[in-house]
Antibody, heavy 122, light 111 residues
């Protein structure tokens, strides 16, 4: 059974930093691209960042480019999101999601974690 | 403002058929990228409902179907049931943004 378990969320002041983790199980972690997707309170879904299974190749939404860094440790089946220079508008539930598909442009998100709440407030 | 446009809400009575539209542009759906659909219950993570425009993952009832034409896609739900009440999101890729995009979401109410 595929499982994704996020941790590391919490309350942080504007300008601060936070690192999210997502531990995967039930599949060969290094074989699949994985993303972070966030959802602000009462709002829709927003893709944040993606990293290929090998760890080589990353993509970011313009809203987080230069502030967030995605990485993975395949020996630990763990995905990370380092978030710096946090802003109030980064407040959201952050989901890690496994991606599936033959071509990158056709990737879907076939499994999701339960989410980690990040609140940016003074 | 989402890159993919969905109606904010739709409703239907039990047993009826409803459709949810997802309108994009030439840089995403119209560029030939697949459309996928997700169902999200309150307080829960999204769940994949339709992938590759019209394919259902194992366990998803055949009451759910997807279609795509031009720069738009649709999700159809037949035989509406109370447990279908949820938020539904479409998703594709966008060549201009070099990433994955979602619709703004549609709240389905079963009357």
């Amino acid at each position: 059974e595929v499982q994704l378990l996020e941790s590391g969320g919490g309350l942080v002041q504007p300008g601060g930093s936070l690192r999210l983790s997502c531990v995967a199980s039930g599949f060969t972690f290094s074989d699949f691209a994985t993303s972070w997707v966030r959802q602000a309170p009462g709002k829709g879904l927003e893709w944040v960042s993606m990293i290929f299974g090998s760890g080589y190749g990353t993509y970011y939404a313009d809203s987080v480019k230069g502030r967030f860094t995605i990485s993975r440790d395949n020996s630990k089946n763990t995905l990370y999101l380092q978030m710096n220079s946090l802003r109030a508008e980064d407040t959201a539930v952050y989901y890690c999601a496994k991606q599936e598909g033959q071509l990158m442009g056709n990737y879907c998100f076939d499994y999701w974690g339960q989410g980690a709440l990040v609140t940016v407030s003074s | 403002q989402s890159v993919l446009t969905q109606p904010p809400s739709v409703s239907g009575a039990p047993g009826q058929r409803v459709t949810i539209s997802c309108t994009g542009s030439s840089s995403n759906i119209g560029a030939g990228y697949d459309v996928h659909w997700y169902k999200q219950l309150p307080g829960a993570a999204p769940k994949l409902l339709i992938y590759g425009n019209n394919n259902r993952p194992s366990g998803v009832p055949d009451r759910f179907s997807g279609s795509k034409s031009g720069t738009s896609a649709s999700l159809a739900i037949t035989g509406l049931q109370a447990e279908d009440e949820a938020d539904y999101y479409c998703q594709s890729s966008d060549s201009n943004l070099s990433g994955w995009v979602f619709g703004g979401g549609t709240k389905l109410t079963v009357l």
